[in-house]
C-alpha cells in the first residue's frame, strides 16, 4: 500500500510544527524529502498495487485504507501542492481496478469535497471524525459513509440523544 510521504513526515519525521514551518519557509526542501522518500517507498509500492489483478478482495471489506490527518495543517493551495498529487494516484489507481478505499478523515475532510467528488460511487468510503456525516451526504453523494456518531454526542449525550442521532443517520443515509 502506498504510503503519502506527509503523513510520515507530519508524523514521524518534522511532526505538526516542523511541516507546518516548512511547508511555508522551506517548500524546496520539503519538496527533496517527499522525492526522497517516494523514491524509496510511494513509487515501489504504487507499481505493486498496479501490478494487483482488478476486483475487490473478498476476504476484506475494503482494499486499501488510509488514514488522513497532515491534510488538517494545510491550506488549499499546501494541499494541492504535497498531498493531493499522491491521494490522487492512489485513487485514480484503486479506480481503474475496481477497488475501492476507507478515508479515514482525521479532523475535517469536507473542504477538500471537490477532490473527491468526481470519483465513482464504490470507490471511496468516508470514516469522519468531525464532519457532519449529514452535509457530507449531501456533498459527496458518491462517497459512502462509515459512521456518524459524533464523539461528543457519543461522550456527553444522553442515552436517548444518542438512539435518536443513530435513527436519523440510519433514516437518512443508511437507505442508500
Known amino acids: 500500500m502506498p504510503q503519502i510521504a506527509m503523513e510520515n513526515i507530519l508524523g514521524f519525521i518534522l511532526g505538526m510544527k516542523g511541516t507546518s514551518i516548512m511547508m511555508r519557509r522551506d517548500k524546496q526542501g520539503l519538496h527533496e524529502i517527499i522525492d526522497a522518500m517516494n523514491a524509496q517507498f510511494f513509487t515501489p509500492q504504487l507499481n505493486m498495487l498496479k501490478q494487483v489483478p482488478e476486483g475487490q478482495n473478498p476476504n476484506f471489506c475494503f482494499d486499501y485504507l488510509h488514514a488522513m490527518l497532515a491534510h488538517n495543517f494545510m491550506n488549499m493551495g499546501q494541499f494541492e501542492e504535497f498531498y493531493w498529487p499522491y491521494l490522487k494516484q492512489i485513487l485514480d489507481v484503486l ?3 475496481k477497488m475501492n478505499i ?9 473542504r477538500f ?3 473527491l467528488k468526481d470519483y465513482p460511487a ?12 449529514f452535509e457530507i451526504r449531501k456533498e459527496l453523494p458518491n462517497c459512502a459513509i462509515m459512521g456518524g456518531m459524533p464523539n461528543e454526542l457519543l461522550g456527553r449525550g444522553t442515552k436517548q440523544q444518542c438512539l435518536d442521532h443513530a435513527k436519523r443517520v440510519l433514516d437518512e443515509i443508511g437507505k442508500d
Open 122 to 133: 464504490g470507490l471511496i468510503t468516508l470514516l469522519p471524525e468531525q464532519d457532519d456525516v
Open 113 to 115: 469535497k471537490d477532490y
Open 102 to 110: 476507507l478515508l479515514f478523515a482525521e479532523g475535517e475532510i469536507l
Open 95 to 97: 479506480a481503474e481496478k
